[in-house]
C-alpha cells in the first residue's frame, strides 16, 4: 500500500462496545452525523431524508438557504464564473471569498458593477494580493462577457440548478428558447404552481421532453421554492445580455445545409476571442459537421488552426489534411449566423 491506498494491518474484534485486540484496549468511539450546519447553523440531512421517507442518502447536506451559507455560497459563485458558465476568468474560491468579505459581491450579478464603477475598482486593488494589474484584468474579463452577452444554456448552467449540468441545461435552453419563459416557469413554481414545467413534465394533448424526469424536474422545483434564488437569477438576467442559443436540439435548419456538413474537424491551439474549445465544437455540429474529436487521424477532414497549434498541424500536414486557420473559421461562423438569426 502505497500513502493513498490504505493497507489492512489486521482484524480488529469489537465486543460490548470494546475493542479486544491482544496488543491494545482502547474504548469504541461511535461517530453521530452533525445535526446541523457547522457554518450557517440550519439543518443538515442525508440525501433522501424527509418526514414521508425512510430512505437515507449518502450525502449529507445543509438545508439553509443557499446564499446565507458562506461555503455554500463561495462555491455557486464560481460554479457561475466558470468557463461553462459566465466565464470570467480570474476568480478563485478564494478571491471570490475576498470580494464576499469585503461587501463587493454576494450575487453573481455583483461582478457586472465593477464596469462603469471606478471607486469600486478601487477598492477591489486595495484588497490584499490583488494590485491594480488583478483588477484591471477582473474588469476585461467582465466586459469581455458583457460586450458578447451569455448564451442562455450557460446561464441556466450558472444558476448551479442540482442535476442540471451541462448537457440538461442545453436542453432547458432549447425547450424555453428565451430567458423571460425560462424565469417564467421558475417564478411560478415559486408561487405553487404544479405545472410549472408542464413544458418539461408533458401534457394530457402533449409529450414531456425526453431525459427530462422526476429527478431534475424535482431540482427544478427545489431551485424555485428558495426565493433568494429566483431574485438572484432575475438580477443577473438585467445585468447582462442572455442570448438566444445554437444548439444541435434547436437548431431551426437542418445539419445538411451547413457548410461543414459531414466532416471530422479537429480544433487546435487557441481560438479567437474568449471562445471554448466546447464552444467550437458545438458549433462545428451544428453547421453539419460528424463529429469533432481531439486527435488527428486518417478519418480527421478538417483542422481549425488557432494560435500554438503545434504537433496537431505537423499530423495534419504529414497527412495531407486540410487546414483552415481560425480567423477564416470565424467568418464562415458569422455568415452562418446572419443567415439563419442566432447569436453564438
Not at 216 to 228: I, K, Q
Not at 284 to 296: E, L, N
Not at 305 to 324: C, F, H, S
Request: neutral net charge; aromatic residues 6%.
Amino acid at each position: 500500500a502505497g500513502d493513498v491506498i490504505p493497507q489492512i494491518l489486521r482484524k480488529v474484534d469489537i465486543l460490548d462496545g470494546v475493542n479486544r485486540n491482544e496488543e491494545t484496549t482502547t474504548e469504541w468511539i461511535s461517530l453521530e452525523p452533525p445535526a446541523s450546519c457547522p457554518s450557517c447553523g440550519s439543518s443538515a440531512l442525508f440525501d433522501g431524508d424527509s418526514e414521508n421517507s425512510n430512505v437515507t442518502g449518502q450525502v449529507l447536506r445543509c438545508t439553509g438557504p443557499q446564499l446565507l451559507c458562506k461555503p455554500r455560497a463561495v462555491s455557486g459563485l464560481a460554479h457561475a464564473f466558470s468557463r461553462d458558465a459566465l466565464n470570467i476568468a480570474g476568480l478563485s474560491e478564494a478571491r471570490i471569498s475576498q470580494l464576499m468579505n469585503a461587501g463587493i459581491l454576494q450575487t453573481p450579478s455583483d461582478i457586472f458593477a465593477i464596469d462603469g464603477d471606478d471607486s469600486l475598482r478601487t477598492k477591489i486593488a486595495e484588497l490584499p494580493g490583488w494590485g491594480d494589474k488583478s483588477a484591471g484584468n477582473l474588469l476585461k474579463a467582465v466586459q469581455t462577457v458583457t460586450a458578447r452577452g451569455v448564451p442562455l444554456h450557460q446561464y441556466i448552467y450558472s444558476l448551479g440548478i442540482r442535476h442540471v449540468g451541462s448537457f440538461n441545461s442545453k436542453v432547458l435552453a432549447s425547450t424555453y428558447v428565451t430567458v423571460t419563459a425560462f424565469l417564467d416557469a421558475l417564478v411560478r413554481a415559486n408561487s405553487g404552481d404544479n405545472d410549472a414545467f408542464y413544458k418539461l413534465t408533458g401534457t394530457e394533448t402533449r409529450d414531456g421532453v425526453k431525459g427530462m424526469g422526476p429527478v431534475l424536474v424535482a431540482s427544478l422545483y427545489a431551485f424555485s421554492r428558495e426565493r433568494t434564488l429566483i431574485v438572484a437569477a432575475e438580477k443577473l438576467s438585467k445585468a447582462v445580455n442572455i442570448n438566444g442559443d445554437l444548439t444541435v436540439s434547436a437548431q431551426p435548419f437542418g445539419q445538411s445545409d451547413g457548410p461543414f456538413f459531414g466532416l471530422s474537424i479537429v480544433f487546435t491551439g487557441t481560438l479567437p476571442g474568449s471562445m471554448s474549445r466546447s464552444k467550437a465544437q458545438e458549433l462545428a455540429k451544428a453547421m453539419g459537421a460528424k463529429s469533432t474529436p481531439t486527435a488527428v487521424s486518417k478519418s480527421t477532414n478538417l483542422i481549425i488552426e488557432g494560435d500554438g497549434g503545434g504537433r496537431k498541424i505537423e499530423k495534419a500536414k504529414d497527412l495531407g489534411i486540410r487546414i483552415m486557420k481560425s480567423s477564416e473559421w470565424v467568418k464562415i461562423v458569422e455568415e452562418f449566423a446572419e443567415k439563419n438569426s442566432f447569436m453564438y
